[in-house]
């Protein structure tokens, strides 16, 4: 099936900017909120590398977040104001295609969860405050949910983009017919559940990540690794589809104040003109991780970062940011 449409091009293509989100709401974030907003800072600057990297919005979502954000990041970003509940851009914001036009998915906070202000249509927003092209979309999808290689292939998992909290009812094939049509999307490899108490429902963006033209990154875990059975059936997946898999340590077992496993992941790094930043929490394997993909990306300085606080809130640097590529 071919699309008259251009695919979205590969992260690792050159942006012109990049949006990101800046912790704004007390009453989400309560103690978290003052160090979440200092990684959020740090992440700023190493996406602009002292001026080597792309232009970086943070999005505040009130005046005391903005003059809080700049701050902060001092000459490493402009900051702008548009309301949203939280700073999840990756999903919220809008999709740039191949063709420099802004797609505006419908967002349902994934899947009822988490039903804010100002989320459903801040995608909209951004991209008309920078006067781009904007196309609605009435079918739910998130950015974190895909992921592309440029060439026409996105990698999915079956858990998010089949959940009937979506789309209910529509089936695997429709759903490739509306990334075919909408995005220019022509082959999908769809993998099964994402990460262990993931509240997105398994977003892609932490479990597999291409890093090149039909190679995906997928992490290696450990004996004690709760997502021992997610990460090999993902891997076993991606080479049956023929995509060269690279493995990437994982953080293992990480646990919140209550004991309960939450979604770690250094998959979700962002890949920027200058940098490529790791999300690092502390753990054994944080060290090897960054090594791991520093051999990924020889043309970028790759940094790894403390992403503990954000990750509190439910994700981490590739959430919180969406890119804008060069035309």
């Not at 979506?166 to 995005?183: A, H, I, K, P, T």
């Not at 995509?243 to 890949?271: K, Q, T």
């Not at 992403?307 to 640097?317: D, E, P, R, V």
Request: net charge negative; charged share 25%.
């Amino acid at each position: 099936m071919t699309s008259a449409r251009k695919p979205p091009k590969p992260e690792w293509a050159p942006h012109k900017a990049v949006w990101i989100g800046f912790p704004s709401h007390p009453e989400l974030w309560r103690t978290d909120l003052e160090p979440a907003r200092r990684e959020v800072a740090d992440f700023a600057r190493a996406v602009h590398a002292g001026g080597h990297g792309e232009k970086v919005i943070l999005v505040a979502a009130d005046d005391e977040a903005a003059t809080a954000a700049q701050i902060a990041a001092g000459n490493a970003a402009d900051v702008v104001v548009e309301e949203f509940g939280d700073i999840w851009l990756r999903d919220t914001g809008p999709i740039i295609g191949g063709d420099g036009v802004a797609h505006d998915f419908a967002f349902n906070g994934w899947g009822g969860k988490y039903d804010l202000p100002g989320d459903d249509d801040v995608g909209r927003r951004l991209a008309r405050h920078r006067r781009m092209t904007v196309e609605t979309h009435d079918w739910i999808l998130e950015g974190g949910a895909i992921d592309g290689d440029g060439t026409g292939l996105a990698v999915t998992t079956r858990q998010c983009l089949l959940n009937p909290n979506r789309n209910r009812g529509m089936s695997q094939s429709e759903v490739e017919e509306l990334l075919y049509r909408d995005l220019g999307y022509d082959r999908v490899l769809w993998l099964g559940d994402g990460l262990v108490n993931d509240h997105t429902d398994g977003h892609v963006d932490n479990l597999a990540r291409f890093v090149g033209e039909n190679r995906l990154a997928i992490p290696e875990p450990d004996d004690n690794d709760p997502n021992w059975n997610v990460y090999q059936a993902a891997a076993r997946q991606a080479e049956l589809f023929g995509c060269d898999v690279v493995r990437i340590p994982s953080p293992g077992r990480m646990l919140g104040p209550d004991r309960e496993v939450i979604p770690a992941s250094y998959m979700n790094f962002y890949i920027g003109n200058a940098a490529v930043v790791v999300p690092i929490y502390g753990q054994m394997a944080d060290h090897r991780a960054v090594a791991a993909i520093e051999e990924l990306f020889p043309d970028r300085e790759v940094i790894g970062l403390r992403a503990n606080y954000i990750l509190t809130g439910g994700g981490s640097f590739h959430c919180i940011s969406q890119q804008i590529p060069a035309r």
